[in-house]
C-alpha cells in the first residue's frame, strides 16, 4: 500500500529541499501539475492535495519569501524576528524575547535567505559587503550579518504592527494606568508639544501612534521617518520618508530635508519618527515659529537623559549647547519615557515637563509609574502643566490633582 504525505504525518526529511532544487534548475514555477511531477521524481509519495497545499507554501517562502520566518512574520503580535544561526530564532512578541519553534536546515540556508531579503530591498549582502541595514518592501527593517563579522549569520527584522493600537489598549495591555491616560489624551487636545524617549523596542512608536489616534479629525497631520512605522486612526495623514542613496551614492535624501518640505505642507500637527541628527534642529526650529502640538520620539536611556541627546544632535548640526536648550526649552512642552519592566514589559516608566536648572535644563517628573509623593519641583512643575492646560481650555485631569 503506498502512503501519502498526511499518513506520513508530515513531509518527508529532505523532500522539500530536493523539490526546490529540482523546480529552480529546471526553472519551473511553483504550481501544482510541477510539484506533482518534482515529487514524483524524488520520491514515491503519492502526494494528495493538501500535502502539495503545504509542500506550494513552504517552496513559496523559501524561494521567494521569508523561508522559515514567514509564519512569524505574518502575526500581527510579533514585533521583532532574531536570528543567531540556523537552530537559534527568537521573537519578541510585546513581553521579552522568548525562543521560536522554528529553525532552518544549515548555515546555507539562512544565509540565502539574508542575502534574499537584502536583495529585495535593493542592497547587496556577500563577503565585500558583510552587513547590511535595509527596509524590505512591505517597511520592515532588515539588519543582517554574515560570517566572519559574526559566528553565524545573523538576521533581525523588525516589522510593524499592522492592528490600529488606541490609547485603551495600551491601558488594558498595562503599558500605563487610566489616570497617565486621561493626562496623554490632555496633552494632545491641548496640542502641546512633546517628545517620546526610550531604550530600541521601548514602545514608542506604538504609543506614539496611539496619540496621534486621538488628534482632531480636522487636523492635517505631516509625518516624517525612515519607514513605515506610524500608522495612526487618523482620516488626514501625510507621510513623508527618507530615501537612501543609490549605488552610485547619489539621491539621498535625509529627514532634515524632508522636515523643510513638511513645514510648506501646512501641517496642523509635524512628526518625526525618530529625532537622529540635523532635523531634530529643523523641528525645533520650527516650533519656535508657531507650529504647535509637534511630536517626535528619541533614543535616550532616561528621562533626564534626553537634554544630553538633543545637545549631542545639535552638535552634529553645529549648534552649541545655549543655543540648543534655549530652542528647546521654548519648543517642547512635555516628554514621555518608555522602559521595558524586569519581565520585558513595555510601560510608561515617567512623564515631566523641560525646565531650567543650575546647569541647563533638566526634566522634571509630574507622573511617574512609581512616586506617589512629590517634592517641591514636582509640584511646581505639576501645577505648570496644569495651568498650561487650562489655558488652552482643557479641564485638568486627576492625574495633576493632589
Same mark, same amino acid.
Given at each position: 500500500m503506498t502512503a501519502t504525505a498526511d499518513a506520513l504525518g508530515g513531509l518527508p526529511d529532505g523532500l522539500?529541499?530536493?523539490?526546490?532544487?529540482?523546480?529552480?534548475?529546471?526553472?519551473a514555477v511553483v504550481a501544482g501539475p510541477t510539484l506533482r511531477a518534482a515529487m514524483a521524481a524524488e520520491t514515491a509519495l503519492v502526494a494528495d492535495d493538501h500535502a502539495l497545499d503545504r509542500l506550494g507554501l513552504?517552496?513559496?517562502?523559501?524561494?521567494?519569501?521569508?523561508?522559515?520566518?514567514?509564519?512569524?512574520?505574518?502575526?500581527?503580535?510579533?514585533?521583532?524576528?532574531?536570528?543567531?544561526?540556523?537552530?537559534?530564532?527568537?521573537?519578541?512578541?510585546?513581553?521579552?524575547?522568548?525562543?521560536?519553534?522554528?529553525?532552518?536546515?544549515?548555515?546555507?540556508?539562512?544565509?540565502?535567505?539574508?542575502?534574499?531579503?537584502?536583495?529585495?530591498?535593493? +542592497? /547587496? %549582502?556577500?563577503?565585500?559587503?558583510?552587513? $547590511?541595514? =535595509?527596509?524590505?518592501? !512591505?517597511? #520592515?527593517?532588515?539588519?543582517?550579518?554574515?560570517?566572519?563579522?559574526?559566528?553565524?549569520?545573523?538576521?533581525?527584522?523588525?516589522?510593524?504592527? +499592522? /492592528? %490600529?493600537?488606541?490609547?485603551?489598549?495600551? $491601558?488594558? =495591555?498595562?503599558?500605563? !494606568?487610566? #489616570?497617565?491616560?486621561?493626562?496623554?489624551?490632555?496633552?494632545?487636545?491641548a496640542r502641546l508639544a512633546f517628545v517620546i524617549s526610550g531604550g530600541t523596542g521601548t514602545g514608542k512608536t506604538t504609543v506614539l501612534g496611539a496619540l496621534l489616534g486621538l488628534v482632531a479629525p480636522t487636523e492635517r497631520i505631516v509625518i516624517v521617518e525612515d519607514a513605515p512605522e506610524l500608522r495612526p486612526a487618523h482620516p488626514h495623514v501625510v507621510s513623508l520618508r527618507t530615501r537612501a542613496a543609490n549605488i552610485e551614492g547619489a539621491g539621498a535624501i535625509g529627514p532634515a530635508e524632508l522636515v523643510r518640505q513638511a513645514l510648506r505642507m501646512r501641517p496642523d500637527r509635524l512628526v518625526v519618527g525618530e529625532f537622529r541628527g540635523g532635523e531634530a534642529m529643523e523641528l525645533l526650529a520650527a516650533l519656535n515659529t508657531g507650529h504647535e502640538g509637534a511630536a517626535a520620539t528619541i533614543h535616550a536611556n532616561s528621562a533626564a537623559a534626553v537634554p544630553a541627546r538633543f545637545e549631542a544632535l545639535g552638535a552634529l548640526a553645529g549648534i552649541d549647547r545655549a543655543a540648543v536648550h534655549s530652542q528647546l526649552i521654548a519648543a517642547i512642552e512635555v516628554v514621555l519615557h518608555l522602559r521595558r519592566d524586569p519581565a520585558g514589559r513595555r510601560r510608561l516608566h515617567e512623564i515631566g515637563v523641560l525646565e531650567r536648572g543650575g546647569d541647563g535644563l533638566e526634566v522634571v517628573t509630574v507622573w511617574s509609574a512609581r512616586l506617589q509623593q512629590w517634592g517641591p519641583r514636582s509640584l511646581n512643575a505639576r501645577s505648570r502643566l496644569a495651568c498650561a492646560l487650562a489655558d488652552r481650555g482643557v479641564a485638568v485631569p486627576p492625574a495633576l490633582g493632589p
Open positions: 522539500l529541499e530536493r523539490v526546490r532544487q529540482r523546480l529552480v534548475r529546471d526553472g513552504s517552496l513559496a517562502a523559501d524561494l521567494t519569501g521569508a523561508g522559515p520566518l514567514e509564519a512569524l512574520l505574518r502575526d500581527p503580535d510579533v514585533t521583532d524576528v532574531l536570528v543567531n544561526g540556523p537552530t537559534e530564532v527568537w521573537i519578541d512578541r510585546g513581553s521579552g524575547l522568548e525562543r521560536a519553534a522554528v529553525a532552518f536546515a544549515d548555515e546555507a540556508q539562512v544565509r540565502a535567505l539574508a542575502v534574499r531579503l537584502a536583495a529585495a530591498a535593493g +542592497r /547587496r %549582502l556577500d563577503d565585500a559587503s558583510p552587513h $547590511v541595514d =535595509a527596509q524590505l518592501p !512591505d517597511g #520592515a527593517r532588515l539588519h543582517a550579518v554574515l560570517p566572519p563579522l559574526a559566528g553565524a549569520t545573523t538576521v533581525c527584522v523588525r516589522s510593524f504592527r +499592522r /492592528r %490600529l493600537v488606541s490609547i485603551g489598549d495600551l $491601558v488594558s =495591555a498595562g503599558t500605563f !494606568d487610566r #489616570a497617565a491616560g486621561q493626562l496623554l489624551e490632555a496633552v494632545i487636545a
